[in-house]
């Protein structure tokens, strides 16, 4: 009997656990800590501090089924996805990993165990080949004579074009990080299908399959390439589950597993089609899973990072339901068959199912609307074309921006007889990938290139000031002895008084000086894994490792960051209270100046309900209510009701945040004593990041206070405007628009006399070829919507005929054309416009009726109109 999906997963971590490895649970699809990967894209990412020595581990050997994405930055499968058998932008990786414990030997003998034993996977030894890196030897050997498999099904893969760890088989996890030599497993499929065995010519077929990687950690990839060997040698295996599972199920392709074909089977029912090998299916039973994990995970869709790859995959999976023909919004009902089909026990995700469901039926109708703003342009680019190729560039944007896909553009084109400029759509492609690729090193500066193996201890929430010793000292990305007068640097001391920036506040700023009054100014405040890291500069004298000295925090700038702080925490409860408990922090941003707050929400806030968040903070600001903090046991933190971060890793010990009985959260942060501290809260903005997230922007204290001052001035400039005074100063300003109000509609009057007056005198000026009427025309200091009512009157006059008028006003062109319906068959409007456009240095569209341009150059217009009456006068002479 064939395993399911879900048993063969669990085959694998009770092989594992049986091996005396540690169970442990997939993190969450956004990388912790790590900005140099734009998602958790292979099971090793949660324990990649851990390889590197600069964490602790709990557990020597560990097993896991990880989440993974690939749909972005260097892992990225995106285009394959659908079209191939075994790409997916989702996948589970199941892993197992030895840290400092066994290595090479072990490894393998547990790989071949579980493929080949009888009482595990059960897989033919004659079907399973090796890969090894070139100049590692000593696995050829372990393979040949521990293992036993023939020197015939071991491969050798050496580096690309020579360049050094370029191979296939040495992993790496982005441009910088754990890596090392590793060892893959491949199953043949058999003779009748397409392929060669890996490192050959036709190696991408689908005979030859990856199902295991076997990466021997031994390396840390500095930016500059340097290999830096780690602590202790390390093992980290990946195999896909889709993979083996269709191996283990006998089917060559992934999609032909269970969970994808009944992934696929409810895709079509829901949009209504019977074609089940469809890729379109495919796409979108992928695209599911990846785009509702993300959501539970904490993304949201919108242009940055990640959130803009969830909006490219619930686009293109959109995109593909309508070629299938899908009528209304689909997407978001896959969310029940998914969790059902993947049989998902996981909490988190099933308490937002209506959440997934919500952001992506919002989304997908957004998707529908820029569809129909890309059809829009794409009509009017077509209409402006001056020969019979679309540009490439207009193709990338309309890919880009309105997420047409490559085969709608070209399927319209081609209807139009129009064909693309494939070349040119390439080329934006290829710019804007190096624009992703740019934006995925998120390496901050400096932090991305220093190695720090010190560890420090936070002082802060008791001290302001303290004494204590540089334990490291880092200039240019390098570490030194000694940092002299004038130099720029990274400071890490033994303890240290300032909080580094973390959970959305701001690192400390301060001073710091020894005996011989060297000074060293502090403008920031970094955590470098387990040490702390002052950024400064040295104003006088210079300072050595194990000196001894003074650290100062800025006490009124750390103060202003802490009333935002505590603020933020009313903030949050004020809005559970008024909006509702799906209320969820989904950012933060405090400094000195103000505070920032990110929240799951799905409409914008009422007036009223903004006034009470703020009645409600003011409130617990005047209660001057003590402000706790206890530190306890993570389990019990929770137990207590104290309010977490999803995303957030957390110790087992916590520090926890109690403000009356209105807030309790988990909090590493720096805060006020008392509420009373707080002073006053002033809400500055409420408004839209994202579909379904808000941001709100508020002050505190002194600068609240001040805030208030300059709006108040403000409003007291403004009375003294109208000649009103504050109580009065609302029906002043009504006044006032009625007053402006009614000038418009005099001035529209005397607009639409001109108009008539206008078009009177230009009766006279039609011309008659083959008895249609012909009017080019220019008038001066005419509106554009003045023309557009000469033109209706105009045409109301003659009934039939072609009507082109223009006009300069404040050095710009405007020039509207109209062409009765009985001669859009022989002339159109938007063909003269295409013409007259470029002439004027502009640009226009429209349609066969009536059409509009405008351009800047004023003093080609004569000679434009002189070329379109020839033009009208010579086509007009072949009608019959």
Not at 269 to 298: P, W, Y
Not at 376 to 381: F, G, K, Q, W
Not at 702 to 729: G, P, T, V
Request: net charge neutral; glycine share 6%.
């Amino acid at each position: 009997m064939k395993p399911s999906t879900a048993e063969v997963r669990q085959m694998f971590l009770n092989f594992f656990q049986n091996k005396g490895h540690q169970v442990v649970s997939s993190s969450s699809l956004i990388p912790k800590n790590d900005s140099t990967i734009l998602f958790t894209n292979a099971g090793m990412n949660q324990f990649k501090d851990i390889f590197l020595g600069k964490e602790k581990q709990i557990y020597s050997r560990v097993t896991s089924s990880q989440r993974c994405i690939r749909a972005g930055g260097k892992h990225n499968d995106l285009t394959k996805v659908g079209f191939t058998t075994r790409h997916h932008t989702f996948f589970e990786m199941l892993g197992n990993f030895s840290f400092g414990d066994y290595f090479k030997h072990e490894a393998i003998a547990f790989a071949w165990e579980l493929l080949t034993s009888r009482h595990w996977f059960n897989l033919p030894k004659e079907k399973l080949w090796v890969t090894v890196y070139q100049t590692d030897n000593e696995t050829f050997d372990i393979w040949k004579k521990e293992i036993g498999v023939q020197p015939t099904q071991i491969i050798r893969i050496g580096d690309h074009q020579g360049k050094p760890y370029s191979s296939d088989n040495f992993w790496t996890m982005g441009k910088t990080g754990p890596c090392g030599p590793s060892s893959e497993i491949f199953f043949d499929h058999g003779p009748n299908l397409f392929g060669s065995p890996p490192g050959t010519l036709n190696e991408d077929g689908d005979r030859y399959v990856e199902i295991w990687n076997i990466v021997f950690m031994q390396f840390n990839r500095q930016l500059n390439g340097t290999m830096i060997p780690l602590p202790y040698p390390s093992v980290d295996t990946g195999m896909g589950l889709e993979r083996i599972t269709a191996v283990l199920q006998n089917v060559h392709s992934n999609y032909k597993i269970d969970v994808f074909t009944k992934l696929i089977q409810s895709a079509a029912e829901i949009i209504g089609t019977k074609d089940l090998n469809n890729k379109s299916l495919h796409v979108i039973a992928d695209h599911i899973r990846s785009c509702a994990f993300l959501i539970s995970d904490g993304v949201i869709p919108s242009n940055d990072n990640q959130s803009y790859v969830l909006r490219r995959l619930i686009r293109r999976a959109v995109h593909h339901g309508k070629m299938l023909g899908a009528k209304e919004t689909f997407f978001f009902k896959l969310v029940d068959p998914l969790i059902s089909i993947m049989d998902i026990n996981d909490n988190n995700f099933n308490q937002k199912k209506k959440k997934i469901e919500k952001v992506l039926r919002t989304e997908e109708e957004q998707c529908t609307k820029n569809i129909e703003r890309g059809v829009s342009l794409l009509n009017t680019e077509l209409a402006l074309l001056s020969d019979n190729t679309l540009r490439g560039d207009i193709v990338f944007r309309l890919y880009d921006t309105f997420g047409f896909p490559l085969e709608w553009t070209e399927n319209i084109c081609k209807q139009r007889n129009v064909k693309i400029d494939k070349i040119g759509f390439e080329y934006s492609m290829k710019q804007q990938r190096q624009r992703a690729r740019n934006a995925s090193n998120f390496h901050s500066k400096n932090k991305s290139v220093i190695y720090i193996t010190q560890s420090s201890v936070f002082k802060g929430y008791e001290y302001l000031q303290l004494q204590t010793v540089i334990t490291s000292i880092n200039v240019d990305g390098e570490s030194v002895k000694t940092i002299s007068h004038g130099k720029h640097g990274i400071i890490v001391l033994e303890t240290t008084p300032c909080y580094a920036e973390s959970g959305g506040q701001i690192g400390d700023s301060g001073n710091l000086y020894d005996t011989n009054n060297s000074h060293f100014i502090i403008h920031d405040t970094q955590r470098y894994a387990q040490a702390i890291g002052h950024t400064g500069q040295i104003i006088t004298g210079e300072l050595h490792i194990g000196d001894t000295v003074i650290v100062k925090v800025n006490k009124q700038r750390r103060e202003r960051i802490c009333l935002n702080h505590s603020g933020t925490h009313l903030l949050q409860a004020a809005l559970r209270q008024v909006l509702g408990q799906h209320v969820e922090q989904k950012g933060s941003y405090i400094n000195d100046c103000f505070l920032r707050f990110d929240f799951s929400h799905y409409q914008a806030m009422t007036l009223e309900e903004i006034y009470e968040v703020e009645e409600i903070i003011n409130s617990n600001i005047r209660l001057n209510a003590l402000i706790e903090t206890h530190v306890m046991k993570l389990e019990t933190a929770k137990e207590s009701g104290a309010i977490a971060l999803f995303n957030e890793t957390y110790s087992d010990y916590v520090r926890v945040l109690k403000i009356n009985d209105c807030s309790i959260e988990l909090c590493g942060g720096t805060h006020a004593k008392r509420t009373g501290d707080i002073g006053l809260f002033h809400l500055l903005s409420e408004s839209s990041i994202a579909a379904g997230v808000r941001r709100i922007e508020a002050v505190t204290g002194d600068k609240a206070l001040s805030i208030l001052q300059k709006e108040n001035k403000q409003l007291l400039n403004i009375a003294h405007l109208f000649k009103a005074n504050r109580h009065n100063i609302y029906e002043k300003i009504h006044t006032f628009i009625q007053y402006t109000h009614n000038l418009e509609e005099k001035i529209n009057k005397i607009e639409n006399q001109k108009a008539i007056q206008e078009s009177s005198l230009l009766v006279k000026n039609f011309i008659i070829i083959k008895d249609i009427k012909i009017l080019v025309h220019a008038l001066n200091n005419i509106e554009p919507k003045t023309l557009h009512i000469i033109i209706k009157k105009l045409k109301n006059h003659i009934g039939s005929g072609i009507i082109v008028l223009a006009s300069i006003l404040d050095g710009k062109v405007s020039i509207i054309t109209n062409v009765t319906s009985n001669l859009t068959d022989y002339i159109k409007a938007c063909d003269i416009i295409t013409i007259l456009a470029p002439k004027i240095d502009g640009k226009g569209g429209g349609n066969a009726h009536i059409a509009q341009a405008g351009g800047l150059n004023a003093s080609a217009l004569p000679e434009a109109l002189i070329y379109i009456k020839e033009w009208l006068s010579e086509n007009l002479k072949n009608i019959t």
